[in-house]
């Protein structure tokens, strides 16, 4: 069963539905974004006949958005619980402490941030929405007196984004205070099959271009990141999905890598995959893996066979968020065809309505290993370049 919701779904899962006869839920959102009749659309009141007859039915959706009609409808359910018990990262944060005694991070209400003693605060340390999406409000502080500063970045940030999503996705009247972790940066698209066994569909390194950058600018995936990574990334998912009994259960996960190879989890999001149709689409445009089909036909990528083509290339999601300095009202258009040009092999690129959203697009490219300036060029970029003023 698929819903999808605001505010996009790209035409490869539009496709996918429509090739394989999944079962899309009819929602006003829904067909909104999907115009096409021939789809197998099924009414909301069917829909929860389905998964009350069978609660392990399996549930995909593009987008958080979508939370709130899944706590209305499937309140009965065990489902709204498990969203819950990751999407607030305060609630997360308690339901792994055990696996994690000696993580600290301190749940605090937004109005209460300006009362906040830092003296009992260890720095460097990360302060973010408890509920969040796009790095919205999320910032690194180093040390004492960055705090006013950031704390003004913040109210301007929420002020900004006021409106564009609904509390279910981002949420900002409690946030969250952790330590900072130390190490690489990684996303992880999986499921929990039917026997609540973690199935792994991509791994990316998320690079920053500072320690201060918290920001999504780009995400790669290559072979030799799932090498590295897979077999400690299912242990650790496995640990986390036992904590709340995930079967047929689709998440993205960001977590950080220490030097010692151990894994420490950022935030896990339920029932989708990357945003915007980012991560999951480009498993097939890297790999061949449609992990919408892979999820709800239980499939596992066979990595030994997938990989062995995939020798000295790296896949990348450029997120194109408007870092320019320059309010939308002053910018004519984003170059496009300027940006394309940068790039060794663009894969896809899909634009967004920088008036109704802080981001230009996002582009999917190809980059072989001796080219790899370009991902570094476009990662500390400001994009000014691409941008026609009025």
Not at 83 to 98: M, T, W
Not at 227 to 247: Q, R, S, V, Y
Request: net charge negative; with cysteine; hydrophobic share 35%.
């Amino acid at each position: 069963m698929i819903l999808i919701d605001k505010p996009y779904v790209s035409d490869f899962l539009i496709k996918t539905i429509k090739e394989n006869k999944f079962q899309i839920v009819s929602t006003p959102e829904a067909k909104s974004l999907i115009s096409d009749k021939s789809l197998n659309w099924i009414s909301p009141k069917e829909a929860k006949t389905i998964f009350a007859k069978d609660p392990t039915t399996p549930i995909y959706s593009n987008s958080e958005n979508a939370i709130n009609w899944v706590n209305k409808n499937f309140s009965a359910s065990k489902l709204p619980t498990q969203i819950q018990s990751f999407k607030n990262k305060i609630k997360f944060r308690e339901l792994v402490k055990d696996i994690f005694p000696n993580y600290f991070f301190k749940g605090i209400e937004y109005k209460e941030l300006e009362n906040i003693s830092l003296e009992n605060l260890e720095f460097p340390f990360i302060i973010k929405p408890a509920i969040g999406f796009f790095s919205v409000g999320v910032h690194k502080i180093d040390k004492p007196d960055e705090w006013p500063h950031v704390l003004e970045k913040i109210k301007l940030e929420i002020a900004d984004i006021e409106g564009l999503y609904p509390n279910e996705v981002i949420d900002t009247t409690h946030f969250i205070i952790e330590e900072y972790i130390e190490g690489e940066e990684f996303a992880i698209d999986c499921y929990f099959n039917k026997k609540g066994e973690a199935v792994v569909l991509n791994i990316l390194h998320h690079i920053f271009s500072s320690g201060k950058d918290v920001s999504d600018r780009v995400y790669t995936t290559s072979k030799e990141i799932i090498e590295k990574h897979i077999f400690k990334a299912e242990d650790f998912l496995n640990k986390i999905g036992a904590k709340t009994d995930l079967k047929n259960f689709p998440i993205h996960v960001e977590v950080r890598i220490d030097k010692n190879g151990k894994i420490n989890p950022i935030e896990v999001n339920p029932l989708r995959f990357g945003g915007w149709c980012t991560t999951g689409d480009l498993s097939w445009y890297a790999y061949g893996i449609n992990s919408y089909e892979y999820f709800l036909y239980q499939k596992k990528p066979d990595w030994e066979e997938i990989l062995k083509t995939k020798k000295d290339k790296k896949y990348n999601i450029i997120v194109l968020d408007n870092n320019s300095g320059f309010k939308e009202s002053e910018i004519e258009y984003f170059d496009y065809e300027k940006l394309l040009k940068d790039f060794e092999n663009p894969l896809i690129l899909r634009k967004v309505d920088f008036n109704k959203y802080p981001v230009f697009g996002f582009l999917f490219t190809e980059t072989s290993f001796e080219n790899e300036k370009e991902i570094n060029q476009i990662l500390t970029s400001n994009l000014k370049k691409y941008i026609k003023l009025y």
